[in-house]
């Protein structure tokens, strides 16, 4: 008995891609291969080794300063950028591919320009000062995220950090003033977040006011609140109300005497410890606890969660609320761990509205959001850094690296995200 057997030829399986898709890959590649091609045009105009410094002039323990070619280095950074690019273009990169071209680019990025501003300047770069500020000014940020992601995960449209980090801040200033003791701004600047963030779950929750609008009343309030407050009685007398003594980087023993990782990760202010903390306490919350389960539930569903017992409102203003803690915290850094005065002049200067977008960017994920903050810190703190190095660039452009970042990257390197399927919805109980 003879067997015979037949072949059958499968259909060739093909991915299927959006338009959107499609025009998000072709903007993001677009992108990267124009920063490439002006890496390749910024290699040409170095012909020096790039001086590298690894410590700060005032570091205990000195580093050796490193030495890399300029252009060769900042060309091969170039190159893999525009491969990068050109890979995203093509549309033959899988999903881990696009991964790892990303990540390739991101990092022949920043490599290529400081390596390129070390090369452009008879001063060395600093990577200390410029990881050191990287922290600092991601600080405030962090507090932001996660201020967003929690209201955000909830249902809650939260634009009002920048408000809520104004009257922190106010607070912060005003309350060490009177008291003379950190601890109890921490606590003041807290009570002004909650503050803030209670105005907005009463009126988001409470009497259905449009999210997006009750947020801008709240950030006008703040600037129109703090400022009339100190005019009338901050400024007639600086020395009772806003006598401030900011905050100083503490020590961890033992572990900041380590060679270059030990200033930067263990000699900090208490806030930045505080804010990294603070991220795997959100993080723990929203995806270990039985009320982070509820808050993500109101946030997707929450007629499905009243169905099932769930106090819905009561859900959503306590993540709103908690969110305005962390907000007050991270205004307190304007004050308590940066200038210590209170300045009558936008101190948060737009911080609110960037932890917004790093908010969206890290697709309401504490950890996904933190890390974009510190993209964002690290921009901001390469203005400062190469601010005394005199390079061919305007210092202007270079300080409005951060702002232009926020467009770039929200405008064409997020993609498509999907925020919680609820948010910004009224809920109404329908029974």
């Keep these: 008995m003879s067997t015979e057997t037949?072949?059958?030829?499968?259909?060739?399986?093909?991915?299927?891609?959006?338009?959107?898709?499609?025009?998000?890959?072709?903007?993001?590649?677009?992108?990267?291969?124009?920063?490439?091609?002006?890496?390749?045009?910024m290699a040409f105009t170095v012909h020096k080794d790039a001086a590298i410094a690894l410590s700060n002039l005032l570091d205990d323990v000195q580093l050796p300063?490193?030495?890399?070619?300029?252009?060769?280095?900042?060309?091969?950074?170039?190159v893999l950028v525009i491969a990068a690019g050109v890979g995203y273009l093509s549309g033959r990169l899988s999903k881990n591919l696009r991964t790892v071209a990303a990540v390739v680019a991101g990092v022949g990025i920043l490599v290529g320009f400081i390596v390129w501003a070390g090369a452009s300047s008879e001063s060395p770069f600093t990577l200390s000062m410029q990881l050191q500020l990287t922290l600092e000014y991601a600080t405030p940020l962090v507090f932001g995220v996660l201020a967003g992601v929690l209201a955000e995960r909830a249902g809650v449209v939260n634009i009002a950090i920048e408000g809520m980090f104004l009257t922190a801040a106010f607070a912060a200033a005003l309350t060490f003033s009177l008291t003379k003791s950190t601890f109890a701004a921490l606590i003041g600047a807290s009570l002004a977040g909650l503050m803030m963030a209670?105005?907005?779950?009463?009126?988001?929750?409470?009497?259905?006011?449009?999210?997006?609008?009750?947020?801008?009343?709240?950030?006008?309030?703040?600037?129109?609140?703090?400022?009339?407050?100190?005019?009338q009685l901050v400024a007639k007398d600086q020395a009772t109300y806003n006598s401030v003594k900011a905050m100083q980087p503490i020590k961890i023993p033992v572990l900041s005497d380590i060679p270059f990782f030990g200033p930067l990760l263990f000699q900090q202010r208490l806030l930045t410890y505080l804010a990294f903390i603070s991220i795997f306490i959100v993080w723990f919350l929203l995806f270990r606890t039985k009320w982070g389960l509820r808050v993500r539930a109101v946030g997707e569903h929450?007629?499905?969660?009243?169905?099932?017992?769930?106090?819905?409102?009561?859900?959503?203003?306590?993540?709103?609320?908690?969110?305005?803690?962390?907000?007050?915290l991270g205004g307190a850094y304007f004050t308590l761990g940066s200038v210590g005065a209170y300045q009558d002049n936008n101190p948060t200067a737009g911080n609110g509205f960037i932890a917004l977008a790093a908010v969206i960017m890290g697709r309401w994920h504490p950890l996904l959001g933190a890390a974009t903050a510190l993209f964002f810190g690290?921009?901001?703190?390469?203005?400062?850094?190469?601010?005394?190095?005199a390079l061919p660039i305007p210092s202007d452009f270079i300080e409005m690296l951060p702002y232009l970042a926020t467009i770039v990257a929200v405008a064409g390197l997020v993609g498509r995200v999907r925020a919680p399927a609820a948010d910004g919805a009224h809920f109404v109980k329908s029974h």
């Excluded at 006008?220 to 407050?229: N, S």
């Excluded at 690290?378 to 190095?389: D, E, H, I, N, S």
């Design 302 to 328: 929450p007629h499905a969660a009243d169905t099932v017992g769930i106090n819905v409102i009561w859900t959503k203003a306590s993540a709103v609320l908690l969110g305005g803690v962390f907000a007050g």
């Design 65 to 78: 300063t490193l030495q890399l070619p300029g252009t060769a280095t900042v060309l091969g950074c170039a």
């Design 6 to 41: 037949t072949s059958v030829d499968l259909p060739e399986v093909r991915r299927v891609e959006s338009p959107q898709a499609r025009n998000q890959r072709i903007s993001t590649g677009a992108l990267v291969t124009v920063l490439g091609i002006a890496l390749l045009i």
């Design 378 to 389: 690290f921009a901001r703190a390469l203005a400062q850094t190469t601010k005394g190095m």
């Design 198 to 231: 209670g105005v907005l779950a009463l009126f988001t929750l409470r009497y259905l006011v449009e999210h997006v609008i009750i947020g801008v009343v709240i950030n006008v309030l703040a600037a129109g609140l703090t400022g009339y407050i100190y005019q």
